[in-house]
Every structure is written in structure tokens, then in C-alpha cells.
């Protein structure tokens, strides 16, 4: 099977499709734990404080839109300061355009001159998300899309208005498949406005469609380089394929030197964690780490302990791997058996889920992850709470997850950029703005992301797995430093 060229640890959100389609014997029913879904075919979701259904359209009765002001400013204010949530507590609504209001607190810019245009009406605002949700493994990329109907209800729920319009939102699959892409941006070209939070494994598929409309596509993600170049699309986390962050290497060096030089790096065998790997491996190797094992794993292998008996020959005391957490646990697991133990064993950011340690158990303990957002349970985090609160609206009992979050930091990046354009509003001068949007940070969910740049991070945080609860063990919020080119795009 040949797969597109990834984008560095992006391309990971896109593995699972890519083992389904190589034969892998991964069940449906564990990539839906993966995806927050719980089940594989999910159901139907919960109304949002009276509005519509979270399923297909999300928005206000565009009957009760208050008219446009054409000389207000872009957001108008509501009544209400909470909205009930399905389990009888009351979720806290920002009306005053602070800074965590659905607007982020930024200046409205004046409607005056707002016209009517493609996905606008007088009443509404349509957009759209694309997300792979039939296909191999059902239910694939729901996560991403159940953040962006939150969004949407929050955005709703508050009261306020885009030059007197409220948002829709159609909820569109991609198929797991380029055709599925293809097809759907051919749909929202015509009847949205702009999209907002995608995340599709074979997103190389509607491009070309989506540049040629102009279509502004705020995605979560991009996992092909065909998405990455096409000039209307952007995401919420940027990367580039030949360039890692320079923090995470920084910190083992100083914290695990010893272990640093005696490293191996494991990875799926498919090209995305292939591209992954090598790069990462690549890019450490400068550092100062040295490499004895960089070894793909068959993705139809069951039996690792060759692998752990490499680690032994090695002396191996720093073990990093990239792949899904259901082939992570494996290779824990055959550790355990061997009762090979290592001081750094290093995973990529989507091992960080709970359906991960509800699976590796104890074998998992002291697993370290790099990441560039903040941890699910900060409640002290307002951003946070206000996305898992309204995750939990639209899809009760959802798990909040990576591909979700920085979906719904997609959806809060248009209003923001949307709301400060105002009356000037059009697909042109939005993406436009996104080109110059710097430093993005989801209003304090993640790292800062260079969004109109396209560029890599240089900030990321190190957690620990612990006693079966994450916690951060790098100093400060986020470590900060130079970016490490790696030679390594394909």
C-alpha cells in the first residue's frame, strides 16, 4: 500500500485508517475507544439548552436571529449567563466579550458594509466540518467533529451574533477516502461559508477543490502535503514534515544523558510513522542522542519480544515510539514479560488519551509523552472546562481527546478572525487575516502555533504517565527554544 506523504507527527492522527487499509487485525471497536467515541457506530446526540440537534446542523432557529446592525459591531450581546448541561449542572457563559467569550475577547470590527454571500444569509452563517466517520473504522475522526458542533452551540448558547447572523454548522464525511473529500469540499464550496476543524486521513483529495473556491479551511490538522499547499488552508496545529522541536530533546539530554546514548526508536510500519520516526530520530541524532535501533514493526506482528531481545543485545535504556497506543501497549507489554525495564520510554502525542491507560495498565507506568497542549484535567484552565463542558453537551460521556481539541481551537480561531473582520467580511480577506496569524494558542489550550506561517512550534511540554493519572514533569508551562531541522520529509 502506498500512503501520502505526512506531516510529521500530524500524519500520526491518520495511522489507524492507514493499519485498517494494510490488513491490519486492529478491532473497530478499540479505534472508536481511541477516538473518544466510546462505541463504533456512536449515536444520536444530546440538543444543546433548547436549539437544534447536534447532529447534522447546529445553530439557533435562524427565525429568532435579531436583524442585522448594519452599523453595530460584529457581535451582539445575549441575555443569559448559563446553559444546562445533560447532567443537571450549569455551564458558565463569557457575554461581555472577555476574553473567554466565544470571541476571545478580541475587538469587533464594524458591520457596516456586511453583505450576503455564499453560506451567509440574513439570519445565519453556514460552515462546515469534514471529518472521516464511515469508512474502515467507523467513527474515526468523530472526535474533531463533535468539537466543532461544540463550538458552534457554545458560540449559540451565548447570545451573540456576527453582524446579526448566529452559526450553522453541516456536519460532512469524508469517507476515509480522497474521493470522500473531493465530494464533500465540492458541497461546502457551494453552501458553506468557510470550514472549520477538519481532520480527514486522505485530505489531499479536496485540495485542489477547496483552493479553486477560495473556501477559507481552518482545519485541526493537515496529514498530506497536497492539504498543506493549497493556499486557502490553514490549521490550529502547524507543522512542518522535516522539523521537530528542539525542547524535547533538549530535556532528556539534560534530565537522561546516560540513556540518551543508548537509544531506540520503534515505529508502526507504515509511511506516516515511518516519516515520523526517521525525522525525529533524525533531528535527536544532532542533538547529541545516538541511535543503535530505529526498527519498523509490521503492523501484523503480534509477537514483539525480537524486538525487546534487540533492546538487550543493545544495552537500550531510552526507547521512543510513534504509532497508535493499541501497538504501544504491545511492545509494554513484551517489556514487562522480559521484565526489561528503561529509564525513558517516549511516546508522540496522541498516546495521551485515557483509552491508553485504561489499556497498558501498569505496564504503561512512568511512560513519558511530548506535547503541545495542556493536560485535559486542568481545571484550572477556563479554555479547558468550556471545551469539555460542551463536548459533554453534544456528546455526553465523550472523552476529550487531541484531534478534538484543537478542532474546537479551529472553530474559536474563525469567530475570533471573523468577528474582528466585520462588515468586511468576505472568503478573500478571511484568509487573508489567517496569514497573519501568529502565536495562536486556542485562547490557552496549546502551544503557541504559527497559523498563516505553517510553521512547527518551538514549544512543548513533557508529561508523565504516574499511579495511572498524567502529569507534567518539564519545568514551567511550556519549554520554548529553537527548532531542529531534520532532513527527513518522506
Not at 439570519?123 to 472526535?143: C, E, H, K, M, R
Not at 481552518?218 to 507543522?239: E, G, H, K, N
Not at 507506568?365 to 493536560?375: A, G, R
Request: charged share 20%; aromatic share 8%; proline share 5%.
Amino acid at each position: 500500500m502506498r500512503s501520502p506523504r505526512p506531516l510529521l507527527a500530524a500524519a500520526v492522527a491518520a495511522i489507524a485508517l492507514s493499519l485498517a487499509a494494510c490488513g491490519s487485525q486492529l478491532q473497530p471497536d478499540e479505534v472508536a475507544r481511541a477516538n473518544g467515541t466510546g462505541t463504533v457506530s456512536g449515536g444520536d446526540l444530546a440538543p444543546v439548552d433548547g436549539q437544534a440537534d447536534a447532529g447534522s446542523d447546529v445553530g439557533a432557529d435562524p427565525d429568532s436571529a435579531a436583524p442585522d446592525d448594519a452599523d453595530g459591531p460584529a457581535v451582539q450581546e445575549g441575555e443569559d449567563d448559563t446553559a444546562g448541561g445533560d447532567d443537571g449542572t450549569s455551564t458558565s457563559i463569557d457575554r461581555d466579550g472577555g476574553a473567554q467569550s466565544p470571541t476571545s475577547g478580541v475587538k469587533a470590527g464594524n458591520c457596516a458594509g456586511f453583505a450576503n454571500q455564499t453560506g451567509i444569509t440574513d439570519d445565519t452563517i453556514t460552515l462546515a466540518n469534514t471529518a472521516d466517520i464511515s469508512g474502515p473504522v467507523p467513527g474515526l475522526f468523530q472526535a474533531a467533529q463533535d468539537a466543532a458542533k461544540a463550538f458552534v452551540a457554545y458560540y449559540n448558547a451565548s447570545g451573540q451574533k456576527l453582524c446579526g447572523r448566529s452559526l450553522t454548522l453541516d456536519a460532512l464525511d469524508t469517507r476515509s477516502d480522497a474521493g470522500g473529500d473531493q465530494q464533500v469540499y465540492s458541497e461546502a464550496c457551494d453552501q458553506a461559508f468557510a470550514v472549520v476543524g477538519s481532520v480527514s486521513s486522505q485530505d489531499q483529495g479536496g485540495a485542489a477543490t477547496a483552493q479553486k473556491c477560495g473556501i477559507p479551511d481552518i482545519r485541526a490538522f493537515v496529514t498530506t502535503p497536497q492539504r498543506a499547499a493549497c493556499t486557502t488552508c490553514f490549521a490550529a496545529y502547524t507543522i512542518q514534515p522535516d522539523v521537530i522541536p528542539g525542547v524535547v530533546g533538549k530535556f532528556f539530554l539534560a534530565q537522561y544523558r546516560e540513556a540518551t546514548q543508548k537509544a531506540a526508536m520503534f515505529y508502526v510500519d507504515v509511511q506516516a510513522a515511518s516519516v515520523n520516526a526517521r525525522s525525529w530520530a533524525a533531528g535527536m541524532t544532532k542533538q547529541g542522542f545516538r541511535f543503535d535501533i530505529v526498527q519498523g514493526i509490521d503492523t501484523a506482528e503480534f509477537n514483539y519480544a525480537p524486538y525487546v531481545q534487540q533492546m538487550k543485545d543493545k544495552g537500550t535504556k531510552f526507547v521512543q515510539y510513534f504509532g497508535p497506543y493499541q501497538f504501544a501497549v504491545r511492545l509494554q507489554q513484551a517489556m514487562a514479560q522480559q521484565n526489561y525495564r528503561v529509564p525513558v520510554y517516549l511516546e508522540d502525542p496522541t498516546i495521551y488519551d485515557q483509552n491508553y491507560v485504561d489499556t497498558v495498565g501498569a505496564d504503561g507506568d512512568k511512560s513519558f509523552v511530548y506535547s503541545m497542549i495542556d493536560l485535559f484535567d486542568d481545571t484550572k484552565n477556563p479554555e479547558m472546562v468550556l471545551y469539555r463542558q460542551w463536548l459533554n453537551q453534544v456528546r455526553p460521556g465523550a472523552v476529550p481527546n487531541y484531534y478534538g481539541l484543537f478542532a474546537w481551537s479551529a472553530a474559536r480561531l474563525f469567530v475570533a478572525e471573523a468577528t474582528k473582520l466585520g462588515g468586511k467580511l468576505t472568503r478573500a480577506s478571511l484568509v487573508a487575516a489567517l496569514k497573519g496569524v501568529d502565536g495562536w494558542t486556542g485562547n490557552g489550550l496549546h502551544a503557541p502555533m504559527h497559523v498563516g506561517a505553517k510553521r512547527t512550534s518551538e514549544c512543548m511540554k513533557v508529561i508523565q504517565l504516574s499511579g495511572g493519572s498524567w502529569r507534567q514533569v518539564s519545568p514551567g508551562d511550556y519549554m520554548c527554544g529553537p527548532t531542529v531541522p531534520t532532513g527527513v520529509a518522506n
